[in-house]
């Protein structure tokens, strides 16, 4: 059984919008990176089928030759343009993988475990820290209002209660933290995983940069 991953990539120029302080321009140069990160990890896995959900505008910022399929959408809202997606994968496979980009300490042993559950019954979740969702599995043959955003894990466990669809909670530590304020970004210049993102985290981080500038320390 192929395990279909869907990852959401909206507008790449405006991504990161909490960075601006640390980035600055170089915010899309990062979103690429998470990019090529995710998808280089996903492909050590024949199983999985990776399905890039964004926009036509994007094509010609994102690297060619990914060897991904694409989905196109044309949504404002992120949870709209995953629902649609979904649809698209539904009748291929029995389930589907939401992973987003900036989770820049996912290794292959959580793919693994994912891959491991995905062929349990029902769905399963990973939370994130802020109270996210870091991965999703659904399901195809039942409905599910995805609701990626404030408080998103506890709305998505509603919604598996709601809808009485058995699931699993895996917490991951790799799993957990995302990329999204100045704050991850020390921590993963502190980690120091060898990948495209902590390279370009690097390179462009002001040297005297540290915790005690932190907005949201």
Same mark, same amino acid.
């Given at each position: 059984?192929?395990?279909?991953?869907?990852?959401?990539?909206?507008?790449?120029?405006?991504?990161?919008?909490?960075?601006?302080? &640390?980035? /600055?321009?170089? #915010? !899309?140069? +990062?979103?690429?990176? =998470?990019?090529?990160?995710? @998808?280089?990890?996903?492909?050590?896995?024949?199983?999985?089928?990776?399905?890039?959900?964004?926009?036509?505008?994007?094509?010609?910022?994102?690297?060619?030759?990914?060897?991904?399929?694409?989905?196109?959408?044309?949504?404002?809202?992120?949870?709209?343009?995953?629902?649609?997606?979904?649809?698209? &994968?539904? /009748?291929?496979? #029995? !389930?589907? +993988?939401?992973?987003? =980009?900036?989770?820049?300490? @996912?290794?292959?042993?959580?793919?693994?475990?994912?891959?491991?559950?995905?062929?349990?019954?029902?769905?399963?979740?990973?939370?994130?820290?802020?109270?996210?969702?870091?991965?999703?599995?659904?399901?195809?043959?039942?409905?599910?209002?995805?609701?990626?955003?404030?408080?998103?894990?506890?709305?998505?466990?509603?919604?598996?209660? !709601?809808?009485?669809?058995?699931?699993?909670?895996?917490?991951?530590?790799?799993?957990?933290?995302?990329?999204?304020?100045?704050?991850?970004?020390?921590?993963?210049?502190?980690?120091?995983?060898?990948?495209?993102?902590?390279?370009?985290?690097?390179?462009?981080?002001?040297?005297?940069?540290?915790?005690?500038?932190?907005?949201?320390?």
């Amino acid at each position: 059984m192929a395990l279909p991953v869907l990852l959401p990539l909206k507008y790449v120029n405006f991504s990161k919008s909490r960075l601006n302080e &640390i980035l /600055g321009q170089n #915010k !899309k140069h +990062l979103v690429i990176a =998470l990019l090529e990160d995710m @998808i280089a990890l996903l492909q050590k896995f024949p199983e999985i089928e990776i399905y890039l959900l964004t926009k036509k505008e994007n094509l010609d910022i994102i690297p060619k030759e990914l060897g991904v399929r694409f989905i196109f959408e044309d949504e404002k809202d992120l949870n709209r343009a995953l629902e649609k997606g979904v649809s698209f &994968i539904k /009748g291929k496979e #029995k !389930k589907v +993988l939401i992973l987003p =980009l900036d989770l820049p300490f @996912i290794n292959e042993e959580d793919i693994k475990k994912l891959i491991f559950i995905a062929k349990d019954e029902g769905g399963a979740i990973s939370p994130s820290s802020r109270d996210g969702t870091s991965a999703i599995i659904l399901p195809l043959d039942r409905k599910f209002k995805l609701q990626f955003g404030e408080r998103s894990f506890q709305k998505h466990l509603s919604e598996f209660e !709601k809808k009485k669809i058995p699931f699993q909670i895996h917490y991951s530590k790799s799993l957990y933290y995302d990329l999204d304020t100045p704050e991850d970004v020390m921590r993963v210049l502190d980690i120091k995983k060898d990948s495209k993102a902590y390279s370009l985290l690097k390179d462009i981080t002001p040297p005297d940069y540290n915790y005690d500038n932190l907005v949201d320390k």
